[in-house]
């Protein structure tokens, strides 16, 4: 059974940095694309980054374009996702997600984690 896991959120002050980390089991990971969405109270999910099954192609959403960074390590089942600059509209719940299918559009996306909460105060 295919398990997402994401960790490494909390709370930073603005300007301040966070790494997130999303480990997979019961999966073949480097066949899938991978992705971090986002979710605020009260707002749709949002896509935040995917990163293509071997790590060759990368895509991001324009509000982290130049902030944020996402990698995989395909040995070790692990995709992570870099955050710096944060700011205080970066609050939300973090999910990590597996795509079969496009790397951009959260229903390609066949398995999800639980999602972990950044805050960022001002």
């Known amino acids: 059974q295919a398990r997402l896991v994401e960790s490494g959120g909390g709370l930073v002050q603005a300007g301040g940095s966070l790494r997130l980390s999303c480990a997979a089991s019961?999966?073949?990971?480097?066949?899938?694309?991978m992705g971090w969405f986002r979710q605020a109270p009260g707002k749709d999910r949002e896509f935040v980054a995917g990163?293509?099954?071997?790590?060759?192609?990368?895509s991001y959403g324009d509000s982290v374009k130049g902030r944020f960074t996402i990698s995989r390590e395909n040995a070790k089942n692990t995709a992570h996702l870099q955050m710096n600059s944060l700011r205080p509209e970066d609050t939300a719940v973090y999910y990590c997600?597996?795509?079969?299918?496009?790397?951009?559009?959260?229903?390609?996306?066949?398995?999800w984690g639980q999602g972990t909460q950044v805050t960022v105060s001002s």
């Open positions: 997600a597996a795509s079969s299918g496009s790397m951009d559009l959260s229903n390609a996306y066949d398995y």
């Open positions: 019961g999966l073949t990971f480097s066949v899938y694309h």
């Open positions: 990163i293509s099954q071997i790590g060759a192609t990368t």
